[in-house]
T-cell receptor, first 111, second 114 residues
Protein backbone atom coordinates (compact mmCIF):
# COMPACT_ATOMS: atom_id res chain seq x y z
CA UNK A 1 0.00 0.00 0.00
CA UNK A 2 0.89 3.67 -0.09
CA UNK A 3 3.28 5.09 2.49
CA UNK A 4 2.57 8.47 4.09
CA UNK A 5 5.37 10.01 6.10
CA UNK A 6 5.11 13.20 8.10
CA UNK A 7 7.86 15.34 9.54
CA UNK A 8 8.81 16.44 12.04
CA UNK A 9 7.10 14.06 14.48
CA UNK A 10 7.19 16.66 17.24
CA UNK A 11 7.45 20.43 17.17
CA UNK A 12 7.55 22.99 19.95
CA UNK A 13 6.99 26.64 19.04
CA UNK A 14 6.90 29.91 20.87
CA UNK A 15 3.64 31.75 20.35
CA UNK A 16 3.91 33.98 17.28
CA UNK A 17 6.43 31.80 15.46
CA UNK A 18 5.92 30.29 11.99
CA UNK A 19 6.25 26.63 11.06
CA UNK A 20 6.20 24.25 8.11
CA UNK A 21 4.94 20.68 8.35
CA UNK A 22 5.73 18.19 5.61
CA UNK A 23 3.91 15.16 4.20
CA UNK A 24 5.60 12.79 1.74
CA UNK A 25 3.70 10.04 -0.05
CA UNK A 26 4.98 7.12 -2.06
CA UNK A 27 2.46 6.93 -4.92
CA UNK A 28 0.14 9.09 -7.01
CA UNK A 29 -2.84 10.30 -5.00
CA UNK A 30 -6.42 11.24 -5.85
CA UNK A 31 -7.12 13.12 -2.66
CA UNK A 32 -5.02 14.73 0.04
CA UNK A 33 -6.43 16.21 3.21
CA UNK A 34 -4.85 17.95 6.17
CA UNK A 35 -6.49 17.59 9.58
CA UNK A 36 -5.95 19.09 13.01
CA UNK A 37 -6.73 16.84 15.97
CA UNK A 38 -7.24 19.16 18.90
CA UNK A 39 -6.44 18.25 22.51
CA UNK A 40 -10.04 17.09 22.96
CA UNK A 41 -9.55 14.52 20.21
CA UNK A 42 -11.72 16.08 17.53
CA UNK A 43 -10.54 15.84 13.91
CA UNK A 44 -10.97 19.12 12.11
CA UNK A 45 -10.72 19.44 8.34
CA UNK A 46 -8.15 22.02 7.33
CA UNK A 47 -7.65 21.53 3.61
CA UNK A 48 -8.65 19.32 0.73
CA UNK A 49 -5.64 19.79 -1.53
CA UNK A 50 -4.70 17.06 -4.04
CA UNK A 51 -2.66 19.70 -5.90
CA UNK A 52 -1.93 23.41 -5.87
CA UNK A 53 -2.02 25.97 -3.08
CA UNK A 54 -4.77 27.08 -0.74
CA UNK A 55 -4.92 29.57 2.09
CA UNK A 56 -7.27 29.93 5.02
CA UNK A 57 -6.37 32.69 7.45
CA UNK A 58 -3.04 31.93 9.11
CA UNK A 59 -2.87 28.51 7.50
CA UNK A 60 -1.88 27.64 3.99
CA UNK A 61 -1.05 24.42 2.17
CA UNK A 62 0.76 23.46 -0.98
CA UNK A 63 0.75 20.07 -2.70
CA UNK A 64 3.22 19.24 -5.45
CA UNK A 65 1.66 16.05 -6.77
CA UNK A 66 4.41 15.32 -9.32
CA UNK A 67 7.02 15.32 -6.55
CA UNK A 68 4.73 13.54 -4.06
CA UNK A 69 4.73 15.93 -1.14
CA UNK A 70 2.55 18.45 0.59
CA UNK A 71 3.40 21.27 2.99
CA UNK A 72 1.27 22.89 5.68
CA UNK A 73 2.31 26.39 6.77
CA UNK A 74 1.24 27.87 10.07
CA UNK A 75 2.02 31.54 10.56
CA UNK A 76 1.90 33.56 13.78
CA UNK A 77 1.13 30.44 15.78
CA UNK A 78 -1.26 30.58 18.73
CA UNK A 79 -1.68 28.26 21.69
CA UNK A 80 -4.96 27.07 20.16
CA UNK A 81 -2.96 25.64 17.25
CA UNK A 82 -1.59 22.95 19.58
CA UNK A 83 -2.52 19.39 18.78
CA UNK A 84 -1.65 16.78 16.18
CA UNK A 85 -1.67 17.55 12.46
CA UNK A 86 -2.42 14.66 10.13
CA UNK A 87 -1.99 14.31 6.43
CA UNK A 88 -4.19 11.68 4.75
CA UNK A 89 -4.42 10.51 1.16
CA UNK A 90 -6.53 8.30 -1.09
CA UNK A 91 -5.12 6.55 -4.11
CA UNK A 92 -6.33 4.29 -6.90
CA UNK A 93 -4.84 1.18 -5.34
CA UNK A 94 -7.33 1.35 -2.47
CA UNK A 95 -10.48 2.26 -4.34
CA UNK A 96 -9.82 6.00 -4.16
CA UNK A 97 -11.92 6.32 -0.99
CA UNK A 98 -9.87 4.81 1.85
CA UNK A 99 -7.96 7.58 3.58
CA UNK A 100 -4.47 6.46 4.57
CA UNK A 101 -3.13 8.60 7.39
CA UNK A 102 0.39 9.56 8.31
CA UNK A 103 1.50 9.26 11.92
CA UNK A 104 1.07 12.98 12.46
CA UNK A 105 3.09 15.94 13.70
CA UNK A 106 2.49 16.83 17.34
CA UNK A 107 2.62 20.61 17.71
CA UNK A 108 2.92 22.35 21.05
CA UNK A 109 2.67 26.15 21.06
CA UNK A 110 3.85 27.71 24.29
CA UNK A 111 3.02 31.24 25.46
CA UNK B 1 -25.75 23.07 8.70
CA UNK B 2 -25.10 20.22 11.09
CA UNK B 3 -21.93 18.27 10.64
CA UNK B 4 -21.37 14.57 11.13
CA UNK B 5 -22.95 13.46 14.39
CA UNK B 6 -21.75 10.58 16.50
CA UNK B 7 -23.13 9.19 19.71
CA UNK B 8 -22.35 8.37 22.33
CA UNK B 9 -19.23 10.48 22.68
CA UNK B 10 -17.92 8.23 25.42
CA UNK B 11 -18.83 4.61 26.05
CA UNK B 12 -17.65 2.33 28.83
CA UNK B 13 -18.21 -1.41 28.55
CA UNK B 14 -17.06 -4.43 30.52
CA UNK B 15 -15.37 -7.30 28.73
CA UNK B 16 -17.92 -9.49 26.97
CA UNK B 17 -20.57 -6.79 26.54
CA UNK B 18 -21.73 -5.30 23.26
CA UNK B 19 -20.92 -1.80 22.01
CA UNK B 20 -23.11 0.06 19.50
CA UNK B 21 -21.75 3.24 17.97
CA UNK B 22 -23.98 5.52 15.90
CA UNK B 23 -23.18 7.93 13.11
CA UNK B 24 -25.43 10.36 11.26
CA UNK B 25 -23.76 11.74 8.13
CA UNK B 26 -23.90 15.33 7.01
CA UNK B 27 -27.10 16.35 5.27
CA UNK B 28 -26.99 15.29 1.65
CA UNK B 29 -24.20 12.76 2.17
CA UNK B 30 -24.88 9.14 1.37
CA UNK B 31 -21.35 7.73 1.82
CA UNK B 32 -20.15 6.76 5.29
CA UNK B 33 -16.73 5.59 6.45
CA UNK B 34 -15.57 4.29 9.82
CA UNK B 35 -12.01 4.69 11.09
CA UNK B 36 -10.39 3.55 14.30
CA UNK B 37 -7.62 5.31 16.19
CA UNK B 38 -5.62 2.98 18.40
CA UNK B 39 -2.93 4.50 20.64
CA UNK B 40 0.01 2.79 18.97
CA UNK B 41 -1.33 2.37 15.44
CA UNK B 42 -2.76 5.72 14.36
CA UNK B 43 -5.92 6.17 12.31
CA UNK B 44 -6.96 3.20 10.19
CA UNK B 45 -9.80 2.65 7.74
CA UNK B 46 -12.36 0.05 8.79
CA UNK B 47 -15.37 0.08 6.48
CA UNK B 48 -17.12 2.04 3.73
CA UNK B 49 -20.90 1.96 3.37
CA UNK B 50 -23.63 3.41 1.26
CA UNK B 51 -27.31 3.19 2.11
CA UNK B 52 -28.14 -0.51 2.61
CA UNK B 53 -24.80 -1.59 1.14
CA UNK B 54 -21.37 -2.45 2.50
CA UNK B 55 -18.94 -1.41 -0.22
CA UNK B 56 -15.62 -2.28 1.42
CA UNK B 57 -15.07 -3.86 4.83
CA UNK B 58 -11.45 -4.82 4.25
CA UNK B 59 -10.30 -2.94 7.36
CA UNK B 60 -12.74 -4.59 9.75
CA UNK B 61 -11.56 -7.33 12.11
CA UNK B 62 -12.96 -10.62 10.87
CA UNK B 63 -14.82 -11.46 14.07
CA UNK B 64 -17.10 -9.56 16.44
CA UNK B 65 -17.29 -6.38 14.33
CA UNK B 66 -20.12 -5.48 11.98
CA UNK B 67 -21.47 -2.32 10.37
CA UNK B 68 -24.68 -1.26 8.72
CA UNK B 69 -26.20 1.82 7.13
CA UNK B 70 -29.93 1.23 6.83
CA UNK B 71 -32.30 3.02 4.50
CA UNK B 72 -33.59 5.02 7.43
CA UNK B 73 -31.57 6.10 10.44
CA UNK B 74 -27.90 6.33 11.33
CA UNK B 75 -25.04 4.06 10.46
CA UNK B 76 -24.21 1.62 13.26
CA UNK B 77 -20.86 0.08 14.13
CA UNK B 78 -21.43 -2.91 16.37
CA UNK B 79 -18.79 -4.68 18.42
CA UNK B 80 -19.83 -7.88 20.11
CA UNK B 81 -18.12 -9.41 23.15
CA UNK B 82 -15.74 -6.49 23.54
CA UNK B 83 -12.17 -7.04 24.74
CA UNK B 84 -9.71 -4.57 26.23
CA UNK B 85 -7.93 -4.28 22.88
CA UNK B 86 -11.08 -2.71 21.41
CA UNK B 87 -10.52 0.39 23.54
CA UNK B 88 -9.97 3.17 21.01
CA UNK B 89 -11.49 6.23 19.40
CA UNK B 90 -13.90 5.38 16.59
CA UNK B 91 -14.48 8.06 14.00
CA UNK B 92 -17.16 8.25 11.37
CA UNK B 93 -16.78 10.33 8.22
CA UNK B 94 -19.12 11.13 5.37
CA UNK B 95 -18.92 12.45 1.85
CA UNK B 96 -21.35 13.38 -0.91
CA UNK B 97 -19.52 11.28 -3.49
CA UNK B 98 -17.63 8.07 -2.93
CA UNK B 99 -14.26 8.76 -4.46
CA UNK B 100 -11.51 11.34 -4.28
CA UNK B 101 -13.57 13.83 -2.35
CA UNK B 102 -13.41 15.57 0.98
CA UNK B 103 -14.42 13.35 3.88
CA UNK B 104 -15.88 15.19 6.87
CA UNK B 105 -15.28 13.64 10.25
CA UNK B 106 -17.48 13.43 13.30
CA UNK B 107 -16.25 14.08 16.86
CA UNK B 108 -15.62 10.38 17.50
CA UNK B 109 -16.75 7.87 20.10
CA UNK B 110 -14.22 6.96 22.76
CA UNK B 111 -14.72 3.36 23.80
CA UNK B 112 -13.19 2.14 27.03
CA UNK B 113 -13.37 -1.56 27.84
CA UNK B 114 -12.85 -2.42 31.48
Amino acid sequence: GIQVEQSPPDLILQEGANSTLRCNFSDSVNNLQWFHQNPWGQLINLFYIPSGTKQNGRLSATTVATERYSLLYISSSQTTDSGVYFCAVTYSGAGSYQLTFGKGTKLSVIP
Amino acid sequence: NAGVMQNPRHLVRRRGQEARLRCSPMKGHSHVYWYRQLPEEGLKFMVYLQKENIIDESGMPKERFSAEFPKEGPSILRIQQVVRGDSAAYFCASSALGTSETQYFGPGTRLLVL
